[in-house]
């Protein structure tokens, strides 16, 4: 049984940053994209950035130069550093698993992050 578990998330002031952490508990064969996703309220879930198991990352433009995912296969557990916070930024994070050969995705329940000042 896959589970991930993300963490990190609050209130931090327009301009601050925050670390968001994503563990992952069970085994997870061959090769798959992890990702953090965020929906703010009435708008819908939007992929901001991604990360294969190869290492090689993409970023929404929303937060391109400011947000910065990573990995550490050794603790099973993903990251999402997020500078320069905006008020847009403001939503629920969720950090997700996609194996595409099953086309199945393994979603945490997300953590809310709220920058206002």
């Known amino acids: 049984q896959v589970q991930l578990v993300e963490s990190g998330g609050g209130l931090v002031q327009p301009g601050g940053s925050l670390r968001l952490s994503c563990a992952v508990s069970g085994r997870i064969f061959g090769t798959y994209t992890m990702g953090w996703y965020r929906q703010a309220p009435g708008k819908q879930r939007e992929l901001i950035a991604g990360?294969?198991?190869?290492?090689?990352?993409t970023y929404a433009d929303s937060v391109k130069g400011r947000f910065t995912i990573s990995r550490d296969s050794a603790k099973n557990t993903m990251y999402l550093q997020m500078n320069s916070l905006k008020p847009d930024d403001t939503a629920v994070y969720y950090c997700?698993?996609?194996?595409?050969?099953?086309?199945?995705?393994?979603w945490g329940r997300g953590t809310q992050v709220t920058v206002s000042s």
């Open positions: 990360i294969t198991t190869g290492g090689s990352t």
């Open positions: 997700n698993v996609y194996k595409a050969a099953a086309a199945t995705h393994y």
